[in-house]
């Protein structure tokens, strides 16, 4: 009994791998409940502005594009006004906040009380806004929750790695920053701002309507006429190299020769 059981308390090579997979599923398990718990956070936070989530994504993609094209205006005045204005930022951000509140205020708290119900409207007030190709507010909280958790995730990793190497984090770090100021003496920060803010905004656009896989589609014969080419001149470059070392020793070329008829 005693060696049966030293035999069974033995350590084998083949029990590292459950031990690893049962990690592996006990940290996919953690993330998907941090993932459903900032989920169920932001639907309840996000759940009452879903219309206009809907109508922000379809400006986004340019389902309307006089209305997106007004958008799209509207957004570039704004931060050319915020970027060029003499008023302190302080004073813009309070009163950019102020008329938040008070616009939500407006829609959540007092049109409620003071507008007239419509016999349809009690009807459809179980009913949500759905669209077939935008995303719902559950599943644009999900994809949200993720991107935060994935994001907690990699500071934690990265304060781990910090710990643990501090002389690699060390140049890691200073590697970054000076690329950042590199890129920031010979780029001004207002430009850079101006094309992260047109990313965000045509990023959408580019998504919904698949333009890489179409720009793809239309690209890939050229792209096959290139790889050809650059194929058919890498094999002439090689022909040539062969003709040219059997031209300068002609006495191994014959020895080839005669070992091949052999």
């Known amino acids: 009994m005693a060696e049966v059981e030293g ?39 996000l759940g009452p502005y879903e219309p206009l989530l809907s109508r922000v994504q379809a400006a986004l993609v340019w389902e309307r594009p006089a209305r997106s094209a007004l958008w799209c205006l509207g957004l570039n005045a704004a931060f050319w006004f915020f970027a060029l204005t003499s008023l302190r930022l302080v004073f813009l951000l309070a009163f950019s906040l102020m008329i938040i509140v008070c616009i939500d205020q407006w829609k959540n708290k007092i049109w409620p009380e003071i507008k007239v119900s419509r016999p ?29 958790v994935s994001g907690t995730i990699f500071i934690r990793n990265l304060l781990l790695f910090k710990k643990q190497n501090p002389g690699k984090f060390c140049l890691l770090s200073c590697g970054i920053l000076t690329f950042l100021a590199v890129l920031g003496r010979y780029i001004p920060g207002l430009l850079l701002t101006y094309l992260m803010l047109v990313t965000v905004m045509m990023w959408p656009l580019a998504v919904y309507h698949r333009l890489w896989d179409r720009a793809y589609v239309r690209l890939k014969p050229a792209l096959q006429r ?36 052999a």
């Not at 069974?8 to 990690?23: D, E, I």
């Not at 507010?137 to 994809?143: D, I």
Request: hydrophobic content about 35%.
């Open 226 to 261: 290139l790889d050809f080419s650059v194929r058919g001149y890498m094999m002439s470059k090689q022909r040539e190299r062969q003709l040219r070392r059997r031209a300068l020793h002609p006495e191994r070329a014959t020895d080839n020769h005669s070992d091949i008829r």
């Open 120 to 148: 349809d409207a009690l009807d459809n007030e179980s009913w949500g806004f759905v669209h077939p190709r935008l995303l719902s507010v559950p599943e644009l909280c999900h994809h949200v929750a993720e991107v935060w």
């Open 7 to 45: 035999v069974a308390a033995a350590p084998g090579p083949s029990s590292r791998p459950t031990f690893r997979g049962r990690g592996a599923t006990s940290g996919s398990l953690e993330r998907y409940q941090q993932v459903e718990a900032a989920q169920r956070a932001l639907v309840e936070v």
